[in-house]
Every structure is written in structure tokens, then in C-alpha cells.
């Protein structure tokens, strides 16, 4: 008899637990009453802001153009190409009374935006570090010659005495531009060759994904409504907007916080900022847009997983005891 009552209790027991949970809302109240005592902290916004989609769209597009990955920090894609030929055994694409015009290579696409995911941060940045050398390599050979190199709108034409050009401005121009990168080149050679002349040529091109920012770069631009505490402005003691929580993994020394008419940087030792009592005022008139952005001539580089990572609130102290409002609604 004892051993039914005890399986009964236990059944019992069971069922006021389950019939007594805690029922969770399917979603949250459009207005929230919150009750505080000499200090608040309302949420502003968070951010989760990362280049990985346009990180591996670009090092994909260039791996598929024979780049390979020679740094992570900052991520550097790197190729190189020789080119040799050997007039005696090509067939000129031109020729008159044995001087005669040599195809080295044909239109051939470096650069490929198309297959590009998302380029846009290449509109913020100026690319300072790239580089693409070309050189032309006659020395087997006492036969003139000429090397007409074409990249893109660019056209240089090396010899002998002068085998050597810098093409870096037409690879920073394609990039910001958002340009497709591509080149050909031909050979002249005057008179008849012999069977040991030739002619080679190379070309190497690095683009490391850095640069600086070139104008403000906005990463999120949003309304905030702060109106319905507009009201405690005589009761504020200090006021801050603070970023809880702060991760930086893109190589920038600060990224830029504006609030309305209120405007200041964040970076790892500065995550606070003073607001007076006029800027509360002004904040709280009404709607107001929260800007977070990447300022004008900061230095940028973009690894494997770079990311901001942020949150920030409006820190209140007040000199009340127990005061009540409504936040997001009347």
C-alpha cells in the first residue's frame, strides 16, 4: 500500500511540474516599462561586420587566374609568368623582307570581376602596395627587337636598352575601378633570326588586399527612436555611450561613431564617450541616425577572418530614487 502511494505522489509531483512551466512569448513586447534606481543603460546597436564573403570571392577569382596566396597578414596573392620564344621556329604573325612581328601571348584576363561576390569594399580603398613589373629579356640575341606590352588602356613598349617597366599605377587603377585586368603581348624583331636567338619575357604582379580608406566608409546607418526618455534630461547626472563589447580584426587603429550632431572615435583604449546634457537633448528630440564607420585615411588590411565585432548602449546616472517610463512606445 505505501509503495502505491509513493508511485502516486511521484506521478503527481510530475504533473504539477509540467503543468506549471514557464510560458515563453512568441515574440517581444513593442513597448517595455523599466523601473531603476540612480543608474539605466539603454541599447543602441550592435555590429557584426566581417569581409570574408568578399575576402574569399577575390582570392578565388585570382587563384583562377594562376595567383597563389604568398601572405595572410594582410592576405597577398602573388604570379609570376615567363614567356619565351624563339623566332626560328614561330610562325610571325607579320612580317616584310625578314623583319617580322611574333605573338607571345593573347588577350589574356588577369582579373576577373565578374565571378566577384562582393566588391564593394574595393570602392573605399586605395590600394599602395601593389605592384606589377614587367621584363624583357633579349641577351641571346644581337638582333634589334621591340617588346609592345599591352595591360588594359596602358601600352609599353620595352627594347634592350630599356627592359624593364613598372605597371602599378594600371593594376591600383583596375582595382579601385573595379576594372578587369587584362594583357597581351607581341614581339618585334628586325631581320632575319638565327636559330639561338630568343627572346623572353616576365612579368610578376603582387596585390596585397590593403590600402587606405579613401573617403568614409559607412558599415551600418540606422535610425534610433530615444524620444520617450526625453522627459528625465534635468534628472541626469552623467551620461556615456559605451561600447560593451569591442573586437577588431581588420588591422584598423579606430572605426568612427556618429549620434546625430554627436560624433567621436572608438578604438581599444577608447570605448567610452562623454555626452553633455544639451547633446541628450538633442538626441532624444527625436529620431536619430546612429552612423558607424570606417574614417577617411585609415590604414586597412584584410586577413582570412577579419571583423568588427560591437555593442553599445547609453549609459544614464541619475540623481532619482525610483523613476518609471516607456521605452519604444507611448
Not at 160 to 166: I, L, M, V, W, Y
Request: hydrophobic share 35%; net charge negative.
Amino acid at each position: 500500500m505505501k509503495r502505491i502511494k509513493f508511485v502516486f505522489l511521484v506521478f503527481l509531483v510530475i504533473f504539477i511540474l509540467f503543468s506549471c512551466g514557464i510560458n515563453v512569448p512568441k515574440k517581444l513586447p513593442e513597448t517595455i516599462k523599466v523601473k531603476y534606481k540612480n543608474h539605466v543603460e539603454i541599447p543602441l546597436t550592435t555590429l557584426h561586420y566581417e569581409l570574408n564573403n568578399f575576402t574569399t570571392s577575390m582570392v578565388e577569382s585570382l587563384e583562377n587566374s594562376g595567383f597563389k596566396i604568398t601572405s595572410e597578414t594582410p592576405i597577398t596573392v602573388s604570379t609570376e609568368n615567363t614567356f619565351e620564344i624563339s623566332p626560328k621556329i614561330e610562325t610571325p604573325i607579320e612580317g616584310i623582307s625578314g623583319d617580322a612581328t611574333f605573338n607571345v601571348f593573347d588577350k589574356t584576363t588577369i582579373l576577373n570581376f565578374s565571378i566577384i561576390s562582393d566588391s564593394s569594399p574595393l570602392e573605399m580603398l586605395s590600394f599602395d602596395n601593389v605592384e606589377f613589373k614587367i621584363y624583357f629579356e633579349s641577351t641571346t640575341t644581337n638582333l634589334d627587337s621591340t617588346l609592345t606590352f599591352y595591360l588594359n588602356d596602358s601600352k609599353i613598349i620595352l627594347t634592350k636598352n630599356s627592359s624593364e617597366a613598372n605597371l602599378s599605377a594600371t593594376l591600383k587603377n583596375a582595382l579601385e575601378n573595379k576594372k578587369n585586368l587584362e594583357a597581351s603581348a607581341t614581339i618585334y624583331v628586325k631581320g632575319t633570326p638565327g636559330d639561338n636567338d630568343e627572346f623572353g619575357i616576365k612579368y610578376f604582379v603582387k596585390i596585397p588586399l590593403s590600402g587606405t580608406v579613401k573617403t568614409d566608409y559607412r558599415i551600418i546607418s540606422q535610425e534610433v527612436d530615444l524620444t520617450s526618455v526625453a522627459t528625465i534630461l534635468e534628472n541626469i547626472e552623467s551620461a556615456y555611450i559605451v561600447f560593451k563589447e569591442w573586437k577588431n580584426q581588420t588591422g584598423l587603429s579606430k572605426i568612427g561613431f556618429k549620434l546625430g550632431n554627436l560624433s567621436s572615435f572608438i578604438d581599444d583604449s577608447n570605448t567610452k564617450i562623454s555626452i553633455t546634457k544639451q547633446d541628450f537633448a538633442d538626441i532624444t528630440k527625436q529620431k536619430t541616425l546612429l552612423e558607424i564607420f570606417i574614417p577617411k585615411d585609415s590604414s586597412i588590411q584584410i586577413n582570412s577572418s577579419s571583423y568588427i565585432d560591437a555593442s553599445s548602449y547609453l549609459s544614464l546616472d541619475l540623481n532619482l530614487e525610483n523613476v518609471e517610463f516607456t521605452l519604444g512606445g507611448e
